[in-house]
């Protein structure tokens, strides 16, 4: 090192570290606001009543042990599902969103491995075979990844969606298709 670069050298070495870590803040970020997205565009299409998602920490509304960094108020818990077509459709708003947030980032994205077993654990209890969800799940955000995409976005950006805003985006970035809804 050169007389009197100490100091400059050791500010860079700081920038660089606050760069990695806002890096990774960000990759965070994105990875929550990518989960956080393809829960509701799926609970979209099964026909849940979304009233809100977040990506503002909080605590999990199916799984109340977890604390997640963002949510979504929506009424697809499996617990409460009365037949075994329910809590399919449940199950596949479950593992919607660490789908989509692996489908985002990649085979190192960090995945909601708990939300995955809660989702297992439930298809296990109705007799529903697993990896079928775990499909069926995938087909539905492939098809729908603009929509994913764009409320992602949003939520990046505003933080928190209404039900109705929701709809809106998921509405308009949708290429209808013969059978959608
Ligand atoms: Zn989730």
């Given at each position: 090192?050169?007389?009197?670069?100490?100091?400059?050298?050791?500010?860079?070495?700081?920038?660089?570290?606050?760069?990695?870590?806002?890096?990774?803040?960000?990759?965070?970020?994105?990875?929550?606001?990518?989960?956080?997205?393809?829960h509701p565009v799926v609970a979209y299409w099964l026909g849940f009543a979304i009233?809100?998602?977040?990506?503002?920490?909080?605590?999990?509304?199916?799984?109340?042990?977890?604390?997640?960094?963002?949510?979504?108020?929506c009424?697809?818990?499996?617990?409460?599902?009365?037949?075994?077509?329910?809590?399919?459709?449940?199950?596949?708003?479950?593992?919607?969103?660490?789908?989509?947030?692996?489908?985002?980032?990649?085979?190192?994205?960090?995945?909601?491995?708990?939300?995955?077993?809660?989702?297992?654990?439930?298809?296990?209890?109705?007799?529903?075979?697993?990896?079928?969800?775990?499909?069926?799940?995938?087909?539905m955000?492939?098809?729908r990844?603009?929509a994913?995409?764009?409320v992602?976005?949003?939520?990046?950006?505003?933080?928190?969606?209404?039900g109705?805003?929701l709809r809106?985006l998921i509405k308009?970035?949708t290429?209808?298709?013969?059978?959608?809804r």
């Open positions: 090192m050169a007389p009197g670069r100490g100091v400059s050298a050791a500010a860079a070495r700081v920038a660089q570290l606050m760069g990695e870590r806002s890096d990774q803040t960000s990759a965070k970020h994105r990875a929550t606001a990518y989960h956080e997205a393809g009233r809100s998602v977040t990506v503002l920490p909080g605590a999990h509304p199916l799984f109340k042990r977890l604390t997640t960094e963002g949510r979504v108020d009424n697809a818990d499996w617990v409460d599902a009365k037949t075994r077509r329910d809590a399919q459709r449940c199950l596949v708003y479950g593992v919607a969103g660490p789908i989509a947030e692996a489908m985002a980032s990649g085979p190192t994205g960090a995945t909601d491995t708990d939300e995955i077993e809660s989702c297992r654990h439930g298809a296990d209890r109705w007799g529903i075979a697993f990896p079928a969800v775990e499909r069926q799940a995938r087909a955000l492939r098809l990844w603009r994913v995409k764009a992602a976005e949003a939520l990046m950006a505003e933080g928190t969606l209404t109705t805003a809106t308009a970035n290429v209808r298709r013969k059978g959608d």
